[in-house]
């Protein structure tokens, strides 16, 4: 009977494992918040990322033996920074640290709040990240057509929204839930994203009759906001080019216990009593920042002569043999099969590619620029990848080429995958014989006929004799 009681207990405690989602990059999560901020205010929150897999270490800036590396590597794979009521977050996270901390793929959630001024520090690291905050460090984003009459039938700064649609056509959407869904944004901090910058990516937009300005100014309208309508980014995102993940998330009570599954009512007319699904929303956007989702991974690339030109010869070395998988080495106008295996981790396994319609993924087969960017079209999917394929014929230039898929997408890791293959030009023997090209008939005609016509010539000359006078020796003039 015991041992029966130690099989279900190994059999459950296994099934905890495999349903518990774990980062790809890591499940070690460094919590910054103050002593005085209450923990438990955020339960629900710490639930649902120790669930996950994730592994929470507390701890506060003015910790002095507080450090994101250890031995030269990182000492944590991510970090949820709150927003500190002091004036900076100590000597272990200053700007250039946490910048560090990015350039070895380590993960970070910022939170920020208009009950405290934003740190010197923090509006640094995001103006080095092309994100600006407002110059007064206590704006508020506040909204008179869309907020909570429960909560705030007064100041109306808490915002309610609609889950957000997707960047672009050609953009997965992770954060969309239902439509009838509810995100409340309370008393939250917005900010303005660079537009040059294809590292950075809105989620949640503030509505078009928002605006942010500053609390403390006693005027009765405000002339000179700090960004009003979709200009303002609630939530924004950066994720740089070695994929390290870096969120802003402008409320951070939107993470609190009282937010994930409070009843509000909007101040449109109509409007019914609903539960906002800030608890949904805050799992997506965790998930997408400590690497559980929108992850990509090359199993396999594969290239390999589609077809042989019968005159081909197999014997020899400096020719890709029909069957050879990547060969080193091609003949110009070899026709060329091109295929990648590709999968993206969903919260807890890899599941097979599924690009939206209006996106396609490219092949560039180039030198210094491409000769040719062809579509990789989805041919085959397993049970955990999509394999894309494409033929085409190689150009009628030698030399060194790439075999190149750059692929970078908002909210996806970047790929960037290169194989290099040498082109050669024709051998001597390879050439086809003049007489297999209909269109040098007439000039090999013509050498036939010259050729003829000479020889002709000579044998009249040479077997016509010449006329002689009877008597004389001479030849005779006619």
């Given at each position: 009977?015991?041992?029966?009681?130690?099989?279900?207990?190994?059999?459950?405690?296994?099934?905890?494992?495999?349903?518990?989602a774990?980062?790809?990059?890591?499940?070690r999560?460094?919590?910054?918040?103050?002593e005085?901020?209450?923990?438990?205010?955020?339960s629900?929150?710490?639930?649902?990322?120790?669930?996950?897999?994730?592994?929470l270490?507390?701890?506060?800036?003015k910790?002095e033996?507080?450090?994101?590396?250890?031995?030269?590597?990182?000492?944590?794979?991510?970090?949820?920074?709150?927003?500190p009521?002091?004036?900076?977050?100590?000597p272990?996270?200053?700007?250039?640290?946490?910048l560090?901390?990015?350039?070895?793929a380590?993960?970070?959630?910022?939170?920020?709040?208009?009950?405290?001024?934003?740190?010197?520090?923090?509006?640094?690291?995001?103006?080095?990240?092309?994100?600006?905050?407002?110059?007064?460090?206590?704006?508020?984003?506040?909204?008179?057509?869309?907020?909570?009459?429960?909560?705030?039938?007064?100041?109306?700064?808490?915002?309610?929204?609609?889950?957000?649609?997707p960047?672009?056509?050609d953009?997965?959407?992770?954060?969309?839930?239902r439509?009838?869904?509810?995100?409340?944004?309370?008393?939250g901090?917005?900010?303005?994203?660079?537009?040059?910058?294809p590292?950075?990516?809105?989620?949640?937009?503030?509505?078009n009759?928002?605006?942010?300005?500053?609390?403390k100014?006693?005027?009765?309208?405000?002339?000179?906001?700090?960004?009003?309508?979709?200009?303002?980014?609630?939530?924004?995102t950066?994720?740089?080019?070695?994929?390290?993940?870096?969120?802003?998330?402008?409320?951070?009570?939107m993470?609190e216990?009282t937010?994930?599954?409070?009843?509000?009512?909007?101040?449109?007319r109509?409007?019914?009593?609903?539960t906002?699904?800030?608890?949904?929303?805050a799992?997506?956007?965790?998930?997408?920042?400590?690497?559980?989702?929108?992850?990509?991974?090359?199993?396999k690339?594969?290239?390999?002569?589609?077809?042989?030109?019968?005159?081909?010869?197999?014997g020899n070395?400096?020719?890709?043999r029909?069957?050879?998988?990547?060969?080193?080495?091609y003949?110009v106008?070899?026709?060329?099969?091109?295929?990648?295996?590709?999968?993206?981790?969903?919260?807890?396994?890899?599941?097979?590619?599924?690009?939206?319609?209006?996106?396609?993924?490219?092949?560039?087969?180039?030198m210094?620029?491409p000769f040719?960017?062809?579509?990789?079209?989805?041919?085959?999917?397993?049970?955990?990848?999509?394999?894309?394929?494409?033929?085409?014929?190689?150009?009628?230039?030698?030399?060194?080429?790439?075999?190149?898929v750059?692929?970078?997408?908002?909210?996806?890791?970047?790929?960037?995958?290169?194989?290099?293959?040498?082109?050669?030009?024709?051998?001597?023997?390879?050439w086809?014989?003049?007489?297999?090209?209909?269109?040098?008939?007439?000039?090999?005609?013509?050498v036939?006929?010259?050729?003829?016509?000479?020889?002709g010539?000579?044998g009249?000359?040479?077997?016509?004799?010449?006329?002689?006078?009877k008597g004389?020796?001479?030849?005779?003039q006619?």
């Amino acid at each position: 009977m015991r041992w029966l009681f130690s099989a279900g207990f190994l059999a459950l405690t296994l099934l905890a494992a495999w349903v518990q989602a774990l980062s790809t990059s890591g499940t070690r999560l460094l919590v910054v918040l103050d002593e005085s901020t209450e923990k438990g205010s955020y339960s629900k929150f710490w639930e649902d990322l120790e669930s996950r897999g994730f592994k929470l270490s507390f701890e506060s800036p003015k910790n002095e033996k507080l450090s994101l590396f250890q031995h030269g590597a990182r000492a944590y794979d991510h970090i949820i920074l709150f927003p500190p009521r002091s004036k900076g977050l100590g000597p272990a996270l200053t700007p250039k640290l946490l910048l560090q901390f990015l350039n070895n793929a380590g993960n970070i959630l910022l939170t920020l709040s208009s009950n405290f001024p934003t740190p010197t520090a923090i509006s640094s690291l995001l103006l080095e990240l092309g994100i600006n905050l407002p110059s007064d460090r206590t704006s508020l984003v506040v909204d008179h057509f869309n907020y909570d009459t429960v909560s705030a039938p007064e100041k109306h700064d808490v915002v309610l929204l609609p889950r957000p649609g997707p960047l672009r056509p050609d953009v997965k959407n992770y954060f969309g839930g239902r439509d009838t869904d509810v995100i409340a944004f309370p008393r939250g901090v917005g900010q303005v994203l660079e537009n040059t910058s294809p590292h950075l990516a809105p989620v949640l937009r503030a509505p078009n009759t928002a605006y942010a300005y500053n609390p403390k100014d006693e005027a009765d309208t405000v002339e000179d906001p700090f960004a009003v309508g979709q200009q303002l980014n609630l939530v924004s995102t950066m994720q740089a080019r070695n994929s390290a993940r870096f969120t802003v998330l402008g409320s951070v009570e939107m993470l609190e216990d009282t937010w994930f599954n409070a009843k509000v009512k909007s101040s449109r007319r109509d409007a019914k009593q609903t539960t906002t699904a800030n608890r949904a929303f805050a799992a997506e956007l965790s998930a997408w920042t400590f690497m559980e989702t929108g992850v990509l991974k090359v199993n396999k690339i594969e290239h390999s002569l589609k077809s042989i030109n019968p005159g081909d010869k197999p014997g020899n070395d400096s020719l890709a043999r029909l069957g050879d998988l990547n060969p080193k080495i091609y003949r110009v106008k070899n026709d060329v099969i091109f295929t990648i295996s590709l999968s993206e981790y969903s919260f807890t396994h890899y599941v097979p590619l599924t690009l939206p319609a209006s996106d396609t993924l490219q092949l560039e087969f180039s030198m210094l620029s491409p000769f040719h960017r062809l579509p990789l079209r989805p041919t085959q999917t397993t049970q955990n990848s999509t394999i894309f394929t494409t033929t085409f014929t190689l150009p009628d230039q030698h030399g060194i080429f790439n075999f190149r898929v750059n692929y970078k997408r908002p909210f996806l890791t970047n790929i960037d995958e290169k194989r290099t293959v040498t082109v050669r030009h024709f051998a001597h023997d390879e050439w086809p014989r003049s007489w297999k090209i209909s269109g040098g008939w007439p000039w090999i005609a013509g050498v036939g006929v010259t050729i003829a016509g000479w020889v002709g010539f000579v044998g009249v000359w040479l077997w016509s004799e010449p006329a002689f006078e009877k008597g004389k020796g001479k030849k005779r003039q006619w």
